[in-house]
């Protein structure tokens, strides 16, 4: 992938309305950051394995290598993309390993710039000296993220591609394996590439219409206009919407298996992992403390805690696990309230049921109801979901746990996903996105009212901004200290 140095100095062209002072990356910080000194650090987990690898990056990367690695010939003289076998020797000449050095040249790089990977045996001991052997022969420690940060700064990468490898290396679910690999990819600065360059056309006509304001010309007609901008904001609509699924491909779902002693909470939190985690026992209050397991439905990430039965108790243990159990259903995502189909089969249903759904539908919790025991019933009890709310389940027999599991994938992405369709996952990309869906529809409210285009072209430019943010184009320090340091280090 070619590099492009230029970028983020045009980024913050003539229309930015940030001034250096808010922050923005400036001509003259850009410059220093790509100053590009040389950076050192291990790359691979720390801990014993077949090989680990030691990245140097930056100007001085060859020669700061070659001052310790002894090989058939200098790194400094070899091609780009060629592999060496060779030495580590230390300042005295002691051998400290046998190693495989690659070498990739400016701007064929991770990093763009001239890089060093050194695999040496995989050991705590050995991988620590060689890196020391770098550090004190001219690279300096390199920061979390710093290798990435330094693609993107020389436009290897945008922002969100970007963000999109420490997702890759923190997803835990195939969900979130496959939507950063979409973001990494570039997708979503696609997409938002596209919408970019109709406002940055809306933008530059109610500009050029300025320019000639004497002559009281219209470059663009307002109604034209105005669909083209509703279109616009339709495209950031639908990004901002689908964030509630990105959150769970990112996040997973937090379920809490909730309800009254003795419902049969753990038996359903072992049917749903496959495996005896929880203990079962007739004596209602077996559970006293919360219980949590990830399953996967689809590659989407489940977090299931199982809790103590909900009833008033004496007991100061099972009290306090009550009271986990409550606090533990308040912070879920979707609460599946466990009750004995007996219950059902009598008529005789609970307040507590009641109220639960009353804190539920207060806090936006989703409720689902699961009453199990059905096989003791089975004349009686229905087989299928009567809708995505409730279902009907023997824990014991693994009964309706199929529906069960159907269900809650189909809830947790509220049945509105589209395989095909951009995704986005990231808190930062849904603010800069509401923030431009405002900056947008304020634009749009200017325009249909009539007033001077001038008005209109500051809200878009806001707009437009807002979106750049996402990609990177317009950024700042701290932004981008923020990001980078949640990276490990060595990435
Ligand atoms: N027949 C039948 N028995 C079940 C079913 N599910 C659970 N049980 C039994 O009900 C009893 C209680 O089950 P648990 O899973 O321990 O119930 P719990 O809700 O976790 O109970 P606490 O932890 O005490 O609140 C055990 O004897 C289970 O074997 C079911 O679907 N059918
Ligand atoms: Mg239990």
Known sequence: MECDHAKYICGIGAHAPLSPAAGVLTLHMYLKLKDNDTIAAVATPLGEGGISVIRVSGRNAFSVADKVFVGRSKLSDSPSHTAHFGRILDGSGNFVDEVVAVTFRAPNSYTCEDVVELSCHGGYLVTHKVLQLMLSTGARSAEPGEFTKRAFLNGRLDLS????????????????????????????????????????????????????????VEFANRKTLENRMVGAIEVVDRLLASYAVG?????????????????GKSSLLNVLLGEDRAIVNPTPGTTRDTISENISING????????????????????????????????????????????????????????????????????????????????????????????????????????????????????????????????????????????LKMALETLKSGKSGEFVALDLRAGLNALGEITGEITTEDVLDNIFSKFCIGK
């Open 161 to 216: 591609q970007a963000e999109a490898v420490g997702d890759l290396i923190h997803s835990q679910s195939e969900a979130a394996y496959r939507s950063s690999i979409r973001q990494l990819s570039g997708e979503l600065s696609r997409e938002l590439k596209g919408v970019r360059d109709e406002l940055l056309n809306l933008a530059s006509l109610l500009e050029l219409e300025l320019d000639f304001s004497e002559e009281d």
């Open 247 to 263: 959150k769970i491909y990112r996040e997973g779902v937090r379920v809490t298996i909730a309800g009254k002693p003795n419902a």
């Open 300 to 439: 989407v990430l489940f977090r299931l805690t199982d809790t103590a039965g909900l009833r008033e108790t004496a007991d100061t243990i099972e009290h306090e696990g009550v009271e986990r159990a409550q606090r533990e259903a308040e912070n879920a995502d979707v609460v599946l309230l466990v009750m004995d189909y007996k219950e059902q089969y009598y008529n005789g249903t609970d307040p507590m049921y009641n109220r639960m759904a009353d804190v539920c539908a207060h806090t936006g919790i989703k409720l689902v109801k699961v009453w199990n025991k059905t096989d003791l019933y089975p004349a009686e009890a229905p087989r299928s979901p009567k809708d995505g709310h409730v279902f009907y389940v023997s824990a014991l027999k693994g009964d309706g746990i199929e529906y069960l599991r159907k269900g809650l994938l189909k809830l947790a992405l509220s049945e509105q996903t589209n395989e095909a369709s951009v995704v986005v996952t990231n808190a930062r990309h849904r603010d800069a996105l509401a923030r431009s869906r405002k900056s």
